[in-house]
């Protein structure tokens, strides 16, 4: 069965630096996802793309927030000047060619700010 | 605002009990309703969605629209069930999931 897939698993950045996290959605899917989940937290919707877009999006997603795909086959999530407070689990997920399908979810990147 | 709630951050049943998995959403709209579950060490699968009206592992979950509840059931708890299981509303035509806090079910022998 297919899946998502997101590189690194785990990622250890200093306070400032910029990171970005990779995913690979599903091939056939149509609209992308980010989500958080901080530690103890719920998970949380960041951003959806589609048509090399973004559709919509949450006020966690500031100006420090970035969404590209690149090619055709990843979608990256770029944090530009990383805060203690990015710490979180980050999941992609994707879903097919209309709306409300069901959003397909990766194993997530725990990203650490140190 | 869409909110969801689940009531009961842990939740331990033995073996052979029945489960229930309290949900609650607050919508003004027409929302669609979802249970996804979370295996130890595993990725968020989807487990139902409210429109499909089918059970999964043994799972059902019914909308509630009266009670603003989708609350998941099994009747007979099994171990490996134990997990991490997220209810979550997506607002016709828009295009995020609005999850609640999520309920550890442990299902002791």
């Known amino acids: 069965e297919p899946e998502v897939t997101q590189t690194p698993s785990h990622q250890v950045t200093q306070m400032g630096q910029e990171v970005i996290l990779r995913c690979v959605p599903i091939?056939?899917?149509?609209?992308f996802y980010w989500y958080r989940q901080i530690l103890g937290q719920k998970v949380e919707f960041l951003v959806s793309f589609y048509n090399n877009e973004i559709s919509e999006k949450s006020e966690i997603f500031d100006d420090q927030f970035s969404v590209e795909r690149p090619d055709g086959s990843n979608f990256t999530l770029k944090i530009r000047s990383t805060k203690l407070e990015d710490s979180a689990m980050y999941f992609c997920?994707?879903?097919?060619?209309?709306?409300?399908?069901?959003?397909?979810f990766g194993d997530g990147t725990r990203l650490s700010i140190l | 605002a869409q909110r969801v709630t689940q009531p009961e951050k842990l939740l331990s049943v033995f073996k052979g009990a029945p489960v229930e998995l309290k949900c609650n959403y607050s919508y003004s709209g027409s929302p669609e309703l979802f249970w996804y579950v979370q295996y130890s060490r595993q990725r968020l699968q989807l487990l139902l969605r409210?429109?499909s009206r089918e059970s999964i592992k043994g799972f059902t979950a019914d909308l509630n629209k009266g009670e603003t509840s989708f609350h998941l059931k099994k009747p007979f708890a099994q171990e490996e069930d134990s997990a991490m299981y997220y209810c979550a509303l997506n607002s016709r035509g828009a295009q995020k999931l609005v999850f609640g806090q999520g309920t550890r079910l442990t299902i002791n022998p």
């Open positions: 409210h429109i």
């Open positions: 997920a994707s879903s097919g060619g209309r709306v409300n399908q069901p959003q397909h």
């Open positions: 091939s056939n899917h149509l609209y």
